[in-house]
């Protein structure tokens, strides 16, 4: 069941969700073909799932989300993974990350605020207007290529270390 949003947004209906999800659809199916011929990010559906509500669906309530459970989460994302698998694939990955932080005592409780603050606000920081989507994704590429390998590490320097590990 999907609990009444907290400050001051209005409550949507399970039903709601479901219809969102229904159209936004419609308009994913018919970019797949083009994302998955050039292997482009589907930026533009996930700024429409923030605009509809959806990517803070599975955030509590009382952290500005919808509070939808794994059940009701699980039936948004069959609706959207028959338009586009590539963005329910994204999206459930999403979604399992509030629902666990949400559930687990072991997340920090100042962690699992921040991550559902930001979730109901527009959650995919990578994701942009059309606009600045070139930049923002090599922005995004870098980071992640950042976060595997330690900053000014140079193909020699991590070769020396290995050797040195031995």
Do not use: Q
């Not at 949507?12 to 199916?29: G, K, N, Q, V, W």
């Not at 794994?70 to 609706?79: P, S």
């Not at 959650?123 to 942009?128: I, L, N, V, Y």
């Amino acid at each position: 069941m999907v609990t009444s949003i907290a400050k001051g947004r209005t409550a949507h209906s399970e039903p709601d969700y479901i219809a969102r999800a229904a159209t936004l659809a419609t308009s994913f199916a018919a970019r797949a073909a083009a994302h998955d011929r050039v292997g482009s990010f589907p930026f533009a559906n996930f700024r429409e799932l923030s605009e509809a509500g959806l990517l803070s669906l599975t955030v509590p309530a009382v952290h500005g989300g919808a509070g939808a459970g794994a059940r009701y989460a699980a039936r948004v994302l069959g609706i959207l993974g028959k338009a586009d698998p590539p963005t329910a694939l994204v999206l459930s990955m999403h979604y399992i990350n509030h629902l666990v932080m949400a559930r687990s005592p072991n997340w920090p409780a100042r962690l699992s605020r921040a991550r559902a603050s930001r979730a109901s606000r527009s959650s995919m920081p990578c994701a942009s207007s059309r606009s600045s989507a070139r930049p923002r994704a090599a922005a995004c590429r870098r980071r992640s290529r950042g976060a595997l390998k330690p900053a000014g590490a140079s193909p020699a320097t991590r070769s020396t270390r290995r050797a040195r590990r031995s």
